[in-house]
């Protein structure tokens, strides 16, 4: 009986909260199935290590970013993946400046272009905001 109340707590919540968002993507299985299904192109054999919340600060005077989840695979492809409750109007933008900070964490000074990392910036938005007939509200 508290098991079923607890279940129905969670529901009551919903995947788009961002403490159960982190939670139920820190299982590698899940957070692997979810980005076949988003991206079905891809095949991942395996998530090395999912991260909830990952802070990137390049600066003091730079804007930081904290990043629901940060995941990577057996080919060191990067997925940043966000929930989007609200349309702010900035999606591209914040999109944008994302990939340019996950790129400086996978660069080194005087490295090489070629090695940077695949990576995928995936933002999953509760409306429609793109008017691309997919959303996950």
């Not at 279940?7 to 939670?23: H, M, P, Q, T, V």
């Amino acid at each position: 009986m508290t098991e079923i109340r607890e279940n129905e707590r969670w529901e009551a919540i919903g995947l788009s909260d961002d403490y159960l968002f982190g939670k139920v993507m820190s299982d590698p299985k899940i957070c692997r199935k979810l980005l076949e299904l988003i991206i079905p192109e891809i095949k991942i054999g395996r998530i090395e290590y999912p991260e909830a919340q990952k802070s990137i600060t390049e600066g003091a005077d730079a804007k930081s970013v904290r990043l629901d989840v940060y995941a990577k695979d057996e080919k060191d492809t990067v997925y940043n993946i966000e929930m989007q409750r609200a349309d702010t109007g900035e999606l591209e933008k914040r999109s944008r400046y994302y990939q340019g900070m996950i790129d400086l964490q996978l660069t080194e000074r005087g490295g090489s272009y070629k090695k940077l990392n695949k990576s995928y910036v995936i933002f999953i938005c509760l409306k429609d905001i793109s008017q691309c007939g997919r959303s996950a509200g």
